[in-house]
């Protein structure tokens, strides 16, 4: 694997786990798609750091339990604008 995805990987994992963010929220801060970070995260990280893989892996599954959640309010508000208008 070459050395600068490696870096990113590092990289993106840190960011994750600094700000508790989602997958989306990381790949438009880093301006790659959310494939690549997936791809980063799940599949290269636990090569290079398993120890910051499962740091990781612990954010992505409060993220992924918590997914619902978010959906509902980001409707919720959603309809909330459309009636003021």
């Known amino acids: 694997m070459k050395k600068y995805i490696e870096e990113r990987a590092v990289e993106v994992a840190n960011y994750i786990i600094e700000n508790n963010a989602t997958v989306r929220q990381t790949a ?13 995260i799940v599949h290269r ?10 740091e990781v892996r612990k954010v992505l599954d409060v993220n992924k339990a918590e997914r619902h959640i978010r959906g509902g309010l980001a409707t919720k508000e959603k309809y909330l604008h459309q009636k003021d208008i």
């Open 28 to 40: 438009k801060v880093f301006g790659i798609s959310k494939s690549t970070i997936h791809m980063d």
């Open 45 to 54: 990280l636990p090569g290079i750091n398993p120890n910051l893989a499962k």
